[in-house]
């Protein structure tokens, strides 16, 4: 499974833009990338997922390079309430375990 | 869709008696269901994969005889903490692959805690 590097934490103000990059040097052909958002005393909670370029939902959008190697999740005018741990994951499909880097904590300061 | 529900949410017991932690599929199937084991501000650490009808596969440094997973249907595994300590403390949380590329769905957590 690949690994995967991201800041241990980040702060921002309310109503900034927060653009979290993750390294995965080692992604294989087949795999997604997949980002998670996990609140205290909470399961992880599905953010978005992408192959390649660049998807975008109602939350937040993902830029992926051409190289694949690493990923960017965009979150657009983040609120107190996006406080919390986002971890980006890489796989395939199938019934492999999701393996957990140790996330980026995000701060959001009013 | 896609939804995992995970009994209790919390639960303290006394050293020594066991704990058991339902996860079910609400609606899909899922023959393969993960648990993981989170301690404060730590990430999620894999634990083992719950294959439905047939034996867990265990992580490395993960007893399996004191955390007995049972897959016995393809909505339902559960995890018991046999003869807990305080050190088993920790928050539990299963998952399962719902039916997407993506549809890794994880259940709400269980805080476990042994006095």
């Known amino acids: 499974l690949a690994k995967t590097t991201q800041p241990i934490s980040m702060d921002s103000y309310e109503g900034q833009e927060v653009n979290i990059t993750c390294s995965h040097n080692n992604i294989a052909t087949n795999d997604y990338i997949t980002w998670y958002q996990q609140f205290p005393s909470q399961g992880p909670r599905f953010i978005i997922q992408?192959?390649?370029t660049k998807v975008t939902n109602e939350v937040a959008s993902l830029f992926i390079p051409a190289d694949r190697k690493s990923s960017t999740l965009s979150l657009p005018r983040v609120s107190l309430s996006d406080t919390a741990v986002y971890y980006c994951l890489v796989g395939n499909s199938g019934n492999t375990p999701l393996v957990f880097g140790k996330g980026t904590r995000l701060s959001v300061i009013a | 869709g896609a939804v995992v529900s995970q009994h209790p949410s919390r639960v303290i017991c006394k050293s020594g008696t066991s704990v058991k932690i339902e996860c079910r599929s609400l609606d899909f199937q899922a023959t393969t269901m993960f648990w993981y084991r989170q301690f404060p501000k730590k990430s999620l650490m894999l634990m083992a994969t719950?294959?439905?009808?047939?034996?867990?596969?265990?992580e490395q440094g993960v007893e399996k005889d004191k955390f007995l997973i049972n897959h016995a249907s393809l909505t339902l595994s559960t995890l018991t903490v046999t003869s807990a300590h305080p050190e088993d403390s920790s928050f539990y949380i299963c998952?399962?692959?719902?039916?997407?590329?993506?549809?890794?769905?994880f259940g709400s957590g269980t805080r476990l805690t042994v006095v």
């Open positions: 992408g192959y390649k």
């Open positions: 998952s399962a692959r719902g039916q997407r590329n993506y549809g890794y769905t």
């Open positions: 719950s294959n439905e009808g047939s034996k867990a596969t265990y």
